[in-house]
C-alpha cells in the first residue's frame, strides 16, 4: 500500500487528546482545529507532520481544505427494498406517521416489498445507497435488521446485512432490530419470545427495538434490555420519536448503548441521560421530513450528553444519506456549534459502535479513514445542500475523488 501524504491543509481536526472514547459535548469546543497535514502508511495513520521527500509516497494537495475524520453513520436501515414516496406526500398533506401505519403503510409497507424483492435487487440498491453514503464522507455505517417481520424475514435481513458490508468500501456493523412492528397474525409478546429465541442465531453486535404506540412498549424494552445482556449484545432502542411514553429510564436502567431520536424526550429524562455512559442519537432528518418535534440537542449539549447525529437512512421518515446535510440541519435546529456536530458524527457515533478504539478520530495509530472538506468546517452546515466531501481515504486508500477535485491526486 502506497504511503499517503495529505498535504498543507488550513484546518485540521483532531481531539483534545489522544484516547479518548468519546467527547461529551460539553467539551466539544476542545476539539483541536489547526493547520496541518495527514500521513497514513499500510492503512494507519502515523503521523501529522508532511512526510519527507521519499520515493512512493502519495502526495495529495490539500489547500483550502479541512480535513476530518471519515464520517460514521450510527443509525441507519439499510438494507431495505423500495421507497415510500406516496406516504411522504400524505404526510406533507397531514396525515400523521401513526395513521399511515394503522392503515397498513409504514414498516409493514416496507415489510411487504422486502419481502417481495429477490437478495440481489435488495443489496443492488443498499449499494447504490453506500455509494452515496461514500460520496458525502460516511466510511463507516451501521445497518439493521427490522423490515423482515419474521423470524426467517429477519435472519434473511441480516444475512444481507453482512453480504452487504462484504460489497462496499465502508466499514460495517449490523443491529438485529428484531422489535420493530409487532408482525401480522402476532401479538407483541408471542413475538418477544420469538426474539428471544432468534437473538442466538444471531451475531448482530447490538439488539434494537422500536418503542411506540404503533410499536412496542416499555415492558418489551425492559425485555430487550434482559435478552440483550444475556446474549452479550449492546442495547439500543428507537424511543420517544412520536410521543413520550417515558422510556429513558427504562432504557438507561437496562443499560442501553444509546437511545435514538428523543424528540418528544421528557424533560425530567434530560440530564440522567445526559449523564449516563449512553449516547443520545438525534436524527433531525426524520424529524424534519416526519413532522417530529425538535429534540432538546442544545440542553443535551450543554448538560455534556454523548451526542450523536445520524440520518436514520430509510424508506419512512427518513430517505437521507447525507451526513453534511444532516449537520446543517442539527446546527440549526438544535443549535449546535460545528465542533459538536463534528464530534457527533465522528468519535461519538464510533463509540456507539464500539469501534472508538480503532477509528473516528485522526489519531496515529488508528484506521486512515479521513475526509477532504472543500471548505473550512463552518461551511459544512452553512452551505446547505452543497455536498463539501472533496475526497474520501479508506484505509489509507483514496476510495472517492469528486470530478473537480481530481488536481489534488497526482497521478
Ligand atoms: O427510525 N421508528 C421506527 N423506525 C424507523 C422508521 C421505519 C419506517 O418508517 O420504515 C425510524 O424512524
Ligand atoms: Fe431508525
Known sequence: MTPLSIEGAAQVVRPPEDGLPYLRLDRAAQLRVEPGDVVADGGRIVGFEAAAAGVGVRRIDASGCAIVPGFVDAHTHLPFAGWRADEYAMKVAGRPYEEIARAGGGIAASARAFADAGDEEVLEQAELLAAEMLAHGTTTFEGKSGYGLSEAGELRALALAAELGERVVQTTTSTALLAHAVPPGRDADGWMDAVE?????????????????????????????????????????????????????????????????????????????????????????????????????????????????????????????????????????????????????????????????????????????????????????????????ALVVAGGEVVHVRPDQAWRVPA
Not at 440522567?272 to 449512553?278: H, S
Request: proline share 6%; net charge negative.
Open 197 to 389: 429465541a432468534l437473538v442466538p442465531q444471531t451475531v448482530a453486535t447490538a439488539l434494537d427495538i422500536y418503542v411506540e404506540s404503533v410499536a412496542f412498549g416499555l415492558e418489551h424494552l425492559e425485555r430487550m434490555g434482559a435478552i440483550a445482556a444475556a446474549n452479550g449484545r449492546d442495547l439500543r432502542a428507537h424511543v420517544e420519536q412520536f410521543s413520550t411514553m417515558r422510556s429513558v429510564p427504562v432504557a438507561l436502567a437496562a443499560g442501553a448503548r444509546s437511545v435514538d431520536h428523543l424528540a418528544c424526550l421528557h424533560p425530567d429524562d434530560l440530564a440522567p441521560l445526559a449523564a449516563a455512559e449512553c449516547a443520545a442519537v438525534l436524527l433531525p432528518a426524520a424529524e424534519l421530513l416526519g413532522d417530529e418535534r425538535v429534540a432538546p440537542g442544545r440542553a443535551l449539549a450543554d448538560a455534556g450528553a454523548i451526542g450523536v447525529l445520524a440520518t436514520d437512512a430509510n424508506p419512512g421518515t427518513s430517505p437521507v444519506v447525507s451526513l453534511p446535510l444532516i449537520v446543517g440541519l442539527a446546527v440549526r435546529r438544535y443549535r449546535w456549534t460545528v465542533r459538536e456536530a463534528l464530534a457527533a458524527i465522528t468519535l461519538n457515533a464510533a463509540w456507539v459502535l464500539r469501534l472508538d478504539g480503532e477509528l473516528g478520530s485522526l489519531e496515529v495509530g488508528k484506521r486512515a479513514d479521513v475526509v477532504l472538506l472543500d471548505a473550512p468546517i463552518e461551511h459544512v452546515p452553512y452551505r446547505l445542500g452543497h455536498n463539501p466531501v
